[in-house]
């Protein structure tokens, strides 16, 4: 969006009003002339207070935060597997990171000993090894050093701790792994930064270890609703996981983060669902009215909860746009810095829509007789 024409103005009006302010040698070079130096300088170091895209987030703490996510971030419905319908996004993480997400999910398995980033089965969606994923999300934090990014691994094989902590120190992004302090409660953003701990890592059924003690086991500090929402009436604020939690309200003063998930599945039959894209463009609305859309929901358990979600999960995040909820909640709407779109984002969704395909066409699927085979083996909904 172009800045209207006076913000234009009073923004020029104040960086010339800030330069004419600074000390002459500033402004000058050692022969007296102007250069460029001073208002570049100003402009780094507005950029430099903004933290996770506004510098109103850097005195909240981690968990005032909502953290937009991508929901199974890894697997994308896009020329890199032939518009695989199991696909759940249209732009790779980094974009996603890019555009303003801060969390990224995922699922792994193991692949001949390699963890492996594969949808339900490596034959339907193999994404490739985890290490190379997580060493283009290190690449991205080192240019980026004023953002805090999530990460959730589903760990479809329950492989363990060790194997997790290999892999992230062969990428590199162990060093930006945030340890929690005992009882003292999430840090401010700012504090994360500053102290170069800016990644927070949850695995979904680890053990904790002390050799790796930034890989946090999920439950022990989210819980999340319902995941297996097949209709756009489905979406509801109920704890579905941990079960031990309790109820939302319990596991809130227990200290545990909400995350919301809101994406939906076409079922295909009983036991074969794919992500729905159909709906996509109301699933991820930012309306708190409609029916089904993002804004509602998250203002529905955000009523109930009496607190906002911390992490939300949607597919295809480019369609609403999501983040427009996140910032709504975030109270920083229109406001934000830094951010790219990428081409194309919240386009129509011709790209091989799962409401328009034929199932019997395996070319459509965009994938292999083998993977449907497997796929259709599975029997199970596409986490
Ligand atoms: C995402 O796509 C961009 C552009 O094609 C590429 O540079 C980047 O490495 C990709 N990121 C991931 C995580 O694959
Ligand atoms: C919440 O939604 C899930 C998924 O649609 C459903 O299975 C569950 O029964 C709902 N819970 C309540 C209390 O409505």
């Given at each position: 969006m172009l800045p209207s024409l006076p913000s234009l103005v009073a923004s020029l009006a104040l960086l010339t009003s800030t330069a004419y302010s600074l000390p002459r040698n500033v402004l000058s070079g050692d022969d007296g002339r102007l250069t460029l130096s001073a208002p570049s300088s100003i402009i780094m170091s507005k950029r430099d207070t903004a933290c996770n895209n506004s510098?109103?987030?850097?005195?909240?703490s981690y968990s005032q935060v909502t953290h937009m996510g991508a929901h199974d971030?890894?697997?994308?419905?896009d020329s890199s597997t032939d518009?695989?319908?199991?696909?759940?996004?249209?732009?790779?993480a980094t974009l996603a990171l890019d555009a303003g997400l801060r969390l990224l999910q995922a699922q792994v398995h193991n692949k001949n000993g390699v963890i492996e980033l594969c949808h339900t089965t490596c034959d339907l969606l193999d994404a490739g090894p985890l290490a190379d994923w997580l060493a283009t999300i290190k690449g991205w934090m080192d240019a980026n050093p004023n953002e805090v990014v999530t990460l959730l691994l589903v760990n479809g094989d329950n492989q363990d701790a060790a194997a997790f902590g290999d892999v992230f120190t062969k990428s590199g992004l162990d060093k930006y792994g945030y340890v929690p302090t005992g009882s003292s409660g999430w840090p401010t953003l700012q504090s994360m930064i500053s102290s170069n701990k800016r990644l927070v890592t949850f695995i979904a059924s680890v053990e904790a270890s002390a050799a790796h003690p930034?890989?946090?086991?999920e439950f022990a500090h989210v819980f999340e609703t319902a995941?297996?929402?097949?209709?756009?009436?489905?979406?509801?604020?109920?704890?579905?996981?941990?079960?031990?939690?309790?109820?939302a309200t319990a596991a809130l003063q227990a200290g545990l983060l909400p995350l919301m998930n809101h994406f939906s599945y076409q079922a295909l039959s009983s036991a074969i669902m794919f992500?729905?894209?159909?709906?996509i463009d109301t699933t991820n609305s930012?309306?708190?009215?409609?029916?089904?859309?993002l804004g509602l929901h998250a203002q529905t358990c955000q009523t109930q909860w009496g607190s906002k979600p911390v992490f939300v999960l949607v597919d295809f995040w480019d369609h609403g746009p999501a983040l427009e909820t996140a910032d709504k909640l975030n109270g920083i709407e229109g406001k934000t810095t830094g951010r790219l779109t990428p081409a194309?984002?919240?386009?129509?969704?011709?790209?091989?829509?799962a409401g328009s395909?034929?199932?019997?066409t395996v070319a459509n699927l965009g994938m292999g007789r083998a993977a449907l085979v497997a796929f259709f083996m599975a029997a199970v909904m596409l986490f």
């Open positions: 510098p109103a987030l850097c005195s909240k971030a890894a697997f994308l419905r518009n695989s319908i199991a696909g759940n996004q249209y732009f790779n930034y890989l946090l086991p995941y297996e929402v097949t209709s756009l009436a489905g979406f509801n604020c109920t704890l579905d996981r941990p079960q031990a939690a309790g109820a992500p729905n894209v159909g709906d930012p309306s708190t009215s409609t029916p089904g859309a194309g984002a919240g386009g129509s969704n011709k790209k091989n829509s395909t034929n199932v019997g």
